[in-house]
């Protein structure tokens, strides 16, 4: 078995494993460790691990601006930059916020990104052809799964909340617009599952991202598959008592958990997914989306051109001068040829004058 077929097989055995133990402990009747202990350790070991990771990243020094830039920067006043250039490589705080809306909100590197690959070409003398390929639909996946994502976490919501606010229920409206299923098909979970696919499609089928790609690559959007099956199959399937888990989810807001009957063992496969990605989410790559914001890559203004950055974190250095250095070397220095400002001759002459 090659490397590749054993990191996604270890990937899908471990969400198989996960929801087999979720599936045996809640018929043992541990529905007590599965709807309250787990997911309040799984909370805590979230915010932990959130805190820990912002922690570590704000005390890494970075005293000197490195922005990844791509247009012209701000120089003399007659070089004109274009909106884009102000956006690409921005040198006041107002267009370096547009610049990280647009990486937040629409994913502007990922658009923008393009790959290059040598194709055969038997008519050319070089007998090869360079070509650029685009990567829309890598964007485009991408930021279905996100927003999918972010529409669902959004309308969870209204289990947590007595009265639901109104704009989660008008989310909820907007999101099952399409009305050709009882109950409501809600669009957001649909699309967050065959988002998830195709990006875990390309991982396996693009040779490069293959030989890449270890466990923990395969393994949260098997994890994140399998809460959005689950999640369809619980809501079109296998029913659940809606109102029995408001009331879950209620006690748990409120530090009053109570762990109602007859709910339905596919709700707690679910939840314990969901419980394993909070935990795992600190420690994974899945941890780029709050670690955007602290990139200096991306949050800092290009201003080198216009104010000198002094490392803060410098201390006092005894620096010789050349003088010195080659009063100090001056035999070796002439012995191998190199220039001297004095030569040897110079200072034996001098010295028998004296």
């Not at 805590?44 to 691990?49: K, M, Q």
């Not at 399409?178 to 979970?189: A, K, L, M, N, R």
């Not at 875990?200 to 099956?229: K, M, V």
């Not at 420690?283 to 051109?305: C, I, Q, V």
């Amino acid at each position: 078995m090659d490397f590749f077929k054993r990191n996604i097989l270890a990937a899908l055995i471990a969400v198989l494993g996960l929801i087999a133990v979720a599936y045996v402990g809640v018929k043992g009747n541990l529905q007590l460790l599965f709807g309250v202990v787990i997911p309040y350790m799984a909370l805590l070991i979230f915010f932990e691990g959130i805190i820990y990771r912002v922690i570590k990243w704000a005390r890494s020094p970075v005293p000197f601006r490195i922005p990844t830039t791509a247009g012209q920067q701000e120089s003399l006043p007659w070089l004109k930059r274009t909106l884009a250039d102000k956006l690409d490589n921005p040198s006041t705080f107002p267009f370096t916020l547009g610049r990280m809306a647009l990486e937040v909100l629409a994913f502007r590197s990922l658009f923008r990104n393009t790959r290059s690959e040598l194709i055969e070409a038997p008519q050319r003398p070089e007998g090869a052809k360079l070509v650029h390929w685009s990567y829309k639909w890598l964007w485009l996946g991408a930021i279905a799964f996100h927003y999918a994502f972010l529409v669902i976490v959004i309308r969870h919501l209204r289990f947590f909340t007595e009265p639901v606010p109104h704009f989660i229920s008008l989310l909820g409206e907007v999101d099952g617009f399409v009305q050709f299923f009882i109950p409501t098909v809600y669009v957001s979970g649909v699309v967050l599952v065959l988002a998830g696919l195709y990006l875990l499609g390309r991982r396996i089928t693009n040779p490069n991202l293959r030989y890449i790609s270890l466990a923990s690559d395969y393994f949260p959007l098997f994890l994140i598959i399998g809460i959005g099956t689950t999640g369809i199959l619980m809501r079109y399937v296998y029913r659940v008592d809606i109102q029995a888990v408001k009331q879950l989810a209620l006690g748990l807001v409120t530090l009053h958990p109570v762990v109602p009957a007859g709910i339905g063992a596919i709700f707690y496969v679910h939840l314990f997914l969901v419980c394993v990605l909070l935990a795992y989410f600190p420690f994974s790559k899945l941890l780029h989306a709050p670690g955007l914001f602290m990139s200096p890559t991306r949050n800092m203004t290009s201003n080198n051109r216009k104010v000198l950055h002094v490392n803060p974190w410098n201390y006092p250095v005894k620096f010789h001068t050349y003088m010195e250095l080659e009063d100090r070397y001056r035999e070796a220095m002439y012995e191998a040829g190199l220039p001297l400002e004095i030569e040897p001759e110079t200072m034996e002459t001098e010295g028998e004058e004296e």
